[in-house]
Structure formats: C-alpha cells, structure tokens
C-alpha cells in the first residue's frame, strides 16, 4: 500500500510546490500600484450598488428547504426503480413495491403536515 | 411468498413491532396535530403517552417471546440487548413528554412539534442500539439527532435556545463527518457494511492493519462526540444550558445512553483493534473527561451548567467500565477469565445507565417543575434557596438524585459506581479505580452545595416556588426508585450482567 502512494505524493507535493511558488513569485516580481480604484470589488465591471449582505424574505428559506427535501426524496426512486426489475425476476416484486410504498407514504404525511401548516403559503 | 434471510416478513414485522407503532405513532401524532383543530393541545402529550405505552407493551411482549433474531437481512438484530435498552429509552421519553407537558400547561402555550419530534428521536435510539449494519447504525444516529436538534432549539424566542441549537447542529454534523468517514474506511478494508462481515474479517486478520486502526479511531470520535467524552465536550455545557430544561434532561440521559449502547456493541465486535491500538488513548481520555467535568462543575451557579458538566464526568466513569471490557482483549492475564470480567464490565454500564438515566432525569424533572414558564426556568443554584420549606418532596426528591449522582449510598448513583470500580479492579486497572473514586468525592462538593442551599438558607422572594403535580409525582417515584434500586440492586444487576452476556458472549 505505502509503495502504491509514493507517485500519488508526488503528485500533491508537486501541486503544493508548484501553487505555492506561483504565488510567492507573482507576490515578489509582480509590480504594486495600489489605487483606491483597484481596491472596489469587481462586479462585472459595473460598480457595486449597495452591500451584498442584504436581508432575505425568511420564506425563501423554507421553500428552498421544502423543495430540497421532497427532490432529494424523489432522487431515491431512481435506484429502486433499477433495482425493480431484479426484485421481480426473484418473484419478490410486492416486497419492493410494499417497500417503497411505506417509504413515499412516510413522504406523503410529511407533504400533508407541511401543506395543513401553512408551510406552503406565501403569506 | 417473500422470503428475507430465511424468515417470513409478517415474522420479520412482528419482531419489529415496536419499531413500526412507534414511527407509526410518530407520524399519527403529526397528522392530529396538523387536522384536528378542534382538539386542544395537551390531548397531543395523552396521544404520545399512549404510544409510548403502546411501544412499550410491543417491547414487553415480542421480544420475551423471541431469542436473537437478525432481521432485514442482517440490517437489524432482536437481541436481549435491545429489548434492555428499548425499555429505557421508552420510559425516558414517557418521563420526558410528562415533565414537558407539565411546563407547557404552566406555560399556557403548546408547542406540537415537540411531541412527534420526542417520539421521532426515540425511534433514532431503539434503532441505534439495534443496528448490526453501519448503514443502519448511521440512519438512526442521524434519526435521533436531527430531532434532537430542532428539540433543543425548542424554545423559540430565546436567543440561548436558538444558539445551542445551532451549536449542536454544527458540531453534530461534524461528528458525523467523523462517523461516516470512519466507516467509509471501516467498509474499505473489510468489504462489508454489516457487523458479521466486519467481525469476521477482523477475526480473520493476525494485526489490525493502518486502515483498520484509523476507521474504529474516526467512528470512536463521532461516538465521543455524543457521550460528551473530551475533548469532544465543547459543545456540552452550553447546549445543556440552552435547551429547555425536560430536553436537556432527555438529552442527557437517553442519547447518552442510546450513545454508550450502540460504542459498547462496536467495542464488541471491533475488540481486538479497539483494545491493541485505542486503549491507552481511550484511558487518558476517559482520565481527563471526569477530572475535568467535575473541576469545572465546582465553579458552576447555573444548575443546569452544573449538570452539564457532571453528565461529562459521568461520561468518563461510564468510559472506565468501557475500558475495563477492552481490558480483557489486551491483557493476557485478564483474558485468561474474560468472559468473568467482560460480563462484570458491561453489566456495569448497562446498570450504570440505568440508575443514571433515573436519578439524572429526576433532577431534571424538579428543575422542570419549578420553572415558573419557558422563559423562566429554575437555573440559578441561588433561587433554591429555602426550598425545603416551601415544597419539601421536590427538595427531598432533589436531594436524593443529587446524592446518588454523588455516589453516597444508599442510592443507584452508589452501587452503579460500586458496579464499575470493581470491574475496573476486576480487570487489573486498579489506578483507574481509584482515580475514578477520587473524582467521586470531588464531586460531592459541587452536589451538596444544592442540597445546602435547600435546606440551610432561608427561602427568599424570587425562590423557585413549583407546579404541575404530575411533574413531581413522576419524580417522586423516581426518586423512590433510586432509592430502592440502591437497597436492592439485586434484580436489574442480574439482568444488566446477562444481557451484555447475550450480547457479548
């Protein structure tokens, strides 16, 4: 194991050495003209208009959230639905279906509780 | 027609019953919360309560008739030793739900969510202790924490609350880091996510190779990081103080104890790494944990700080029984009576757990019931004053979990310390031994300092002055049951002894 390491080592030092030289180089030879126009953030090219740290509508957050959780759920049907035809062959194919029917409908109560507590609502 | 590893599903499902009311459970609690408008609110907490009986009658009588089942194809095991645990974590949650309700009631507003997420972060912990599949075991941490994490951020409103639970969400997520890499390794050298394939390939190896030896280091941080072992504690103190006081104590006392189970099931099937490479690392930490819980714990005017830090010295007595059973994978002579020492050991904990999580919970639970609302909570040491005088069986009661937490008999916290020590001395760790019964009378100071404010100082304005009377009933009975299990330790030892026996041996 230790021998199958040494070019991967080689490898990340290379790119330390290398990334840090670059850097130490251009920090040294590079000319400094500081200007108060250089010193502005760079927002392509047009001058930036206020702080970028401005104030969200909390909702935003909750239907990122929401939308996070139900896709990300939704994502899990993809590998069962592969698997499926496998769980039929073997002649367990309600096994699966009863399965991922207990799982989505864990998924759907959580759905009605987030739609009956006004988790869907703007205002 | 559907056949898994050799047993009919409606076996299967029978076996898990306990698991299935209480995710079922769970999510009826939701919905009624959600559509029944009508209804008022502390029906919610009589709903969860008999679920929880529900779970605990399921427990009671599917697992008395099933000997060690490995269901789901190897995900999850029906074992003595989850039954043992299934029945704590049940009676932690029943004692949680009752204590919040009782504040919630004083409070006059209902917070709903707490309920499933109560009966959500039980579930985590049943499973956790019956996990045999790395897959498994991970889900149900993160079951128990995710709730865990939105309880202790339950006081809305309060800046504290907001911030320990924030704090406890990053530094969970970090532990869990630890976990998954740690078994991301764990499958990388064995080949397998379940405990049998683990346990045979490490059975199979003459020396624990480098991969090895990091994976059960990493898992053995993110277990840390929930038992509160330093120095993983950080987070411990402030979390404790934050959250509202009936979480803390269902913090403190189930997923610690949920925690201790599912390590002490990995120390058993990792054993020989666990015990050639981890053990002196494990031994000074399981030193520093309870010196250092119970010297900080002696400057402490918060009691809910204070315990905080007495639960990371107790993490560190539980962690000196932990050793004493690696002790019989390491040391030659030990290992010549194993099987004594090993059972002594893990009997130990399992008891140690027991009477920790009565007399811990208890203390929380007088601390509820004085709490004026959620936004006065009793916390400061300086309003127990006198409060002997204005309700003598809360500040009895108090004072019993105090003294057993103490460790002075007769009382649990004594004979669980007893339990440990001599399995300690039974595994030739006698420095440990003593060491350990040096931090106990260390402790004593920062415990009698409550019960002398109780019942030597004269009561003031601002003392706490109480509630609910379910609240202190549930902990009067607790406190009775401290007390009796430290005149007869008879009983729940032998169980304790033969259900890590099953486990282990």
Avoid at chain 1, 27 to 43: D, F, I, M, R
Avoid at chain 1, 53 to 75: C, M
Avoid at chain 2, 33 to 48: N, T
Avoid at chain 2, 168 to 191: H, R
Wanted: one cysteine or more.
């Amino acid at each position: 194991m230790a021998e199958q390491s040494v070019p991967l080592l080689l490898v990340v030092s290379l790119a330390i050495v290398m990334a840090l030289l670059f850097l130490v180089l251009s920090y040294v030879l590079g000319p400094k003209n500081a200007s108060a126009l250089k010193s502005t953030s760079y927002e392509c090219g047009i001058p930036a208009r206020s702080s970028v740290q401005i104030r969200f509508f909390v909702r935003f957050f909750l239907v990122a959230l929401l939308f996070l959780l139900f896709d990300l759920e939704a994502v899990f049907l993809y590998p069962w639905a592969i698997l499926y035809r496998g769980f039929v062959e073997a002649g367990r194919a309600g096994f699966a279906l009863g399965e991922m029917g207990a799982f989505v409908s864990i998924l759907v109560v959580g759905f009605v509780y987030v739609w009956k507590k006004g988790g869907l609502e703007w205002q | 027609m559907t056949n898994v590893a050799g047993m009919d599903l409606a076996t299967q499902l029978s076996a898990l019953l306990p698991y299935l009311v209480l995710a079922a459970g769970g999510l009826l609690v939701m919905l009624v919360d959600a559509f029944v408008k009508s209804l008022r609110k502390e029906h919610l907490s009589m709903l969860s309560l008999l679920v929880l009986l529900g779970v605990a009658v399921a427990n009671f009588t599917g697992s008395m008739s099933l000997s060690d089942r490995t269901l789901l194809g190897g995900m999850v095991v029906n074992d003595q030793y989850s039954w043992f645990f299934n029945m704590l974590f049940v009676a932690v949650a029943l004692l949680t739900v009752t204590f919040a309700s009782g504040l919630y009631d004083r409070d006059g507003h209902y917070r709903a969510e707490f309920y499933p997420l109560v009966l959500f972060a039980t579930l985590g912990m049943m499973l956790l202790v019956a996990a045999t599949d790395l897959m498994t075991l991970f889900l149900a941490l993160e079951t128990m924490s995710l709730s865990v994490y939105v309880l202790v951020a339950g006081n809305r409103g309060s800046l504290r609350s907001s911030e320990a639970g924030f704090k406890y969400l990053i530094m969970g997520a970090f532990a869990s880091a630890f976990l998954l890499m740690g078994m991301a390794l764990l499958y990388g050298e064995t080949g397998g996510t379940s405990y049998a394939m683990i346990g045979d390939t490490i059975a199979g190896m003459n020396s624990a190779s480098l991969l090895l030896k990091l994976a059960t280091g990493l898992i053995l941080i993110g277990f840390g990081f929930k038992i509160a072992m330093v120095p993983f504690h950080m987070w411990t103190p402030d979390v404790y103080e934050g959250a509202p006081c009936y979480v803390t104590g269902f913090m403190a006392t189930g997923v610690k104890a949920a925690a201790v189970a599912a390590l002490l099931r990995f120390a058993w099937l990792t054993l020989p790494v666990l015990a050639d490479v981890w053990f002196p690392v494990l031994m000074v930490l399981a030193v520093v944990t309870m010196t250092y819980g119970n010297l900080v714990a002696l400057s402490q005017n918060s009691i809910k700080r204070m315990l905080a830090y007495s639960s990371i010295a107790h993490a560190g007595y539980l962690l000196m029984g932990v050793l004493a059973y690696l002790q019989t994978g390491r040391d030659i002579g030990v290992a010549t009576r194993a099987e004594e020492v090993g059972v002594a050991a893990g009997g130990a904990v399992l008891f140690y757990l027991v009477g920790y999580a009565l007399m811990n919970l208890g203390a929380f639970g007088i601390v509820t019931y004085l709490s004026k609302d959620r936004k006065h909570e009793a916390d400061t040491i300086d309003g127990y004053a006198g409060l002997a005088q204005k309700r003598p069986v809360a500040a009895a009661s108090l004072a019993v979990f105090l003294f057993s937490l103490a460790g002075i008999p007769p009382t649990v916290g004594f004979v669980g310390k007893f339990y440990i020590f001599d399995a300690v001395v039974k595994a030739d760790l006698l420095p440990l031994a003593i060491w350990g019964v040096v931090n106990s009378l260390l402790s004593v100071y920062y415990y009698l300092r409550v019960i002398m404010t109780m019942y030597m100082k004269p009561a003031e304005d601002d003392s706490y002055s109480g509630g609910s009377w379910e609240t202190v009933f549930a902990a009067g009975v607790l406190a009775l049951m401290v007390l009796m299990l430290g005149v007869m330790p008879g009983t729940l030892s032998q169980l304790a002894r033969n259900t890590f026996k099953f486990m282990a041996y």
